[in-house]
């Protein structure tokens, strides 16, 4: 491959003073914090202890040193919190575009959503995405891909915080994959229409990532017997099977034909299953079940969800029952799954029977039409 | 395709006579009845109104016709019901063998572990074992295999119950695949460990259905508005990832390496994508997660668990990433995911850029081994 990659599912790991002088005084100390409770190093917000397991952070670490617990700032690799030295770590992995989420916020902003005082987490929340403009994509915006995070308590807040967000730049909205677990309604209820509606006039991407689901559940992240870890780990992914089987056969994609959803880091070798199955019961049980659609599911699929993958060798093999035009790269740096610093390598050799022209869309134009990237 | 194909799972409905004259005088009114109830003709056992969805009795129907109200036995087709009508529409089919699961007991003795009076339903349970052997598997006993159901509540009368059956001639055992959401424990819990001994020793497989949780949770099968009939239709085959990922991680395979677990009703379409998924998880977590396992998981997939499969392309296509050996077909007969009676053409057009020597694994000899069958 003599171009450059495009990443459509990062993080960011927040420096200790993202919040730091950026909101009224009488909000400033209530700011979520880095602080050390029995030993770690972790974010707390009101009365949350943050999701920061070590396993976010693991970037350029070896598999034998992997770790759960809460891993310090100090022992992380700079890309994972500094905007230029991420860049230098993208050169040297190849990725010219990475598309970002952040972590103490949650990757759709479900600390502030599950939040007592909501005036105070509103202008977190607002921070947040102004902080990640003025800090992270200006260090180089063709680049360093931003996504804005709403108030999911409130639309007519979240709509005009969507549209705030477009005008700091940011390319798409995260929304939770399981609002359901948060005590909101699913993706495809009325409560959320105020805000298709302005993502479909914006025509911008919402991101559905994985785990994106309520940060009060710790994860069952302990090792030993039974091994709910890996089964956990192995299983992930998969949440957005019924995530996207409900987005088309609730109708939600058929009333707005212009929305588009990325599935990120489901991984896609279980895609083509799903849109086999779906395309069968419409035409065994449409009859009776009456779904409020007019078109297969498959269909919808095509025209309107997108979905990202580190290193999928089953997912490359049933890609013509997914869709080429549908399918995105990731490199998920600095998590766990992530390919950095092999991301070029494991592409190339996991492509090396796939045509020049596919692996292009999937490396790249899918990823700059999709999210209009500055880019070529 | 010049020889008749082995289908893994199938479906037995109960006529009314079951439990007719086989139970003591004090058990024989309380055995499960059909009656009419509110206009449908409906199985009771004790407070129990159960599960008899008209979308399990479709063989032979159109799909325009396909109704989730409870089907009457003078609308279906008699090979639902009786053993030689079945055979007739199994050789008009071209199946020369079905594994055959109950319907009024739940698929794998659910009703009777969720009945209040456990001495009526051991007894219930033990006289639809003897049914299924008399009545059943008698009409032809090379090409109706029955499976034994045992008492879940108890593992001493489950272990003398499961070597009853097979003195019955049964040739595999019938668990639930969701025992938690039944109130017992998962598959891999310490609880079932004197019953997997005997299975063991027995070397005969363990079917875990799809669906075969609790009996007590009514299908949401309401058409119309968001349609989650479709949703739960479309998303229940892969309930059996989360199952397998745990049979493998928790180390029930490593521990008892001659148990063979069958993945039925599941598709295969998204197994691939778990052994990748599971491997690589294995790959990078295993120094902190400490699964209880030596070997990567597919090793333990490869040697221990088979799967079914009805009209699958996807999982046709990614055969390779699941093993041709663990590979099964099924007919589903007479369930609403039937290929009846185009098994054959189904099976010859899905199969046609696969290798003869494959094929015929997949559709007779992996069946034949595993199960034992008395067919060449």
């Not at 420096?15 to 919040?19: G, H, S, T």
């Not at 880091?265 to 279980?270: A, C, Q, T, V």
């Not at 998920?332 to 610093?341: C, I, M, N, R, V």
């Given at each position: 491959m003599d171009y450059m990659l495009i990443s459509t599912d990062d993080h960011i790991i927040e420096?200790?003073?993202?919040?730091n002088g950026r909101l009224e005084a009488k909000y400033q100390a209530r700011a979520p914090k880095l602080v050390e409770i029995d030993g770690e190093e972790r974010w707390v917000f009101e009365d949350q202890k943050l999701i920061n397991t070590g396993l976010s952070s693991m970037?350029?670490?070896k598999y034998e040193d992997y770790n759960p617990k809460a891993a310090r700032i100090s022992d992380m690799r700079p890309g994972c919190y500094d905007p230029k030295e991420r860049l230098k770590d993208m050169d040297m992995d190849g990725i010219e575009a990475q598309v970002l989420f952040p972590s103490t916020p949650g990757m759709a902003g479900q600390t502030f959503a599950e939040a007592t005082d909501k005036e105070l987490a509103l202008r977190c929340l607002q921070t947040y995405n102004d902080w990640l403009a003025d800090t992270w994509c200006a260090a180089n915006p063709k680049r360093l891909i931003g996504q804005t995070i709403v108030p999911l308590w409130d639309m007519k807040l979240a709509v005009a915080e969507f549209h705030r967000g477009l005008k700091l730049g940011h390319k798409a909205l995260s929304m939770p994959n399981d609002p359901v677990g948060m005590g909101l309604p699913r993706?495809?209820?009325?409560?959320w229409e105020p805000l298709w509606n302005a993502v479909e006039e914006a025509d911008v991407p919402v991101s559905m990532h994985i785990a994106s689901g309520s940060q009060k559940n710790s994860l069952p992240l302990t090792p030993g017997e039974g091994s709910p870890a890996t089964v956990f780990i192995t299983v992930g992914p998969t949440a957005n099977f019924t995530v996207i089987a409900d987005l088309i056969f609730s109708g939600l994609l058929h009333r707005h034909p212009k929305l588009k959803f990325v599935s990120a880091?489901?991984?896609?070798?279980?895609i083509g299953y799903l849109l086999q199955r779906a395309d069968e019961v419409y035409h065994k049980h449409r009859h009776w079940a009456k779904p409020p659609i007019t078109e297969k599911p498959s269909f919808y699929f095509h025209r309107q969800i997108f979905a990202n993958f580190l290193d999928d060798a089953v997912g490359v093999t049933a890609r013509y029952h997914i869709g080429i035009d549908n399918l995105m790269f990731e490199v998920?740096?600095?998590?766990?799954?992530?390919?950095?610093?092999n991301s070029r390598q494991i592409a190339t050799e996991r492509f090396k029977d796939v045509p020049a022209d596919e692996a292009h869309k999937i490396f790249r134009d899918n990823a700059i039409r999709l999210f209009k990237l500055d880019l070529q």
């Open positions: 420096p200790p003073d993202v919040w970037a350029g670490k993706l495809a209820d009325a409560y880091e489901s991984g896609i070798g279980w998920d740096y600095p998590h766990s799954d992530t390919t950095f610093p």
